[in-house]
């Protein structure tokens, strides 16, 4: 299974803008869709957006419309996710999370996904 872990967590005002990035080992990445949850106190660990490594589709909740985007580099195995006009309520733990593409649906549900990163904090002020 492929290995997880997060980086870019921090400390931003509101408005702001942050890029999150998740580096993927001992797995082949082109089998998997990547996706970012996010974890805030007394919530549910939600999904946030995903990517499907071979075609680069994408999948983003409502909330992150707009703001948010994600990618994926290929050469450096990496998926990265922009935040930008960060609300407080964006405030979180976000992880990374990789779950194996054997259909042709990007799963949205957390129990589905198989591999996860420790998190990264990201606190939004206002």
């Known amino acids: 299974q492929v290995q997880l872990a997060e980086s870019g967590g921090g400390l931003v005002e509101a408005g702001g803008s942050l890029r999150l990035s998740c580096a993927a080992s001992?797995?082949?990445?082109?089998?998997?869709?990547m996706a970012w949850f996010r974890e805030a106190p007394w919530k549910e660990r939600e999904f946030v957006a995903a990517?499907?490594?071979?075609?680069?589709?994408?999948y983003y909740t409502d909330s992150v419309k707009g703001r948010f985007s994600i990618s994926k580099d290929n050469a450096e195995n990496t998926v990265s996710l922009q935040m930008n006009s960060l609300k407080p309520e964006d405030t979180a733990v976000y992880y990374c999370?990789?779950?194996?593409?054997?259909?042709?649906?990007?799963?949205?549900?957390?129990?589905?996904?198989?591999?996860w990163g420790q998190g990264t904090q990201v606190t939004v002020s206002s």
């Open positions: 999370a990789a779950h194996g593409a054997y259909g042709n649906t990007i799963k949205v549900t957390r129990n589905d996904y198989i591999s």
């Open positions: 001992g797995g082949i990445v082109s089998r998997y869709v």
């Open positions: 990517i499907r490594w071979r075609d680069g589709e994408i």
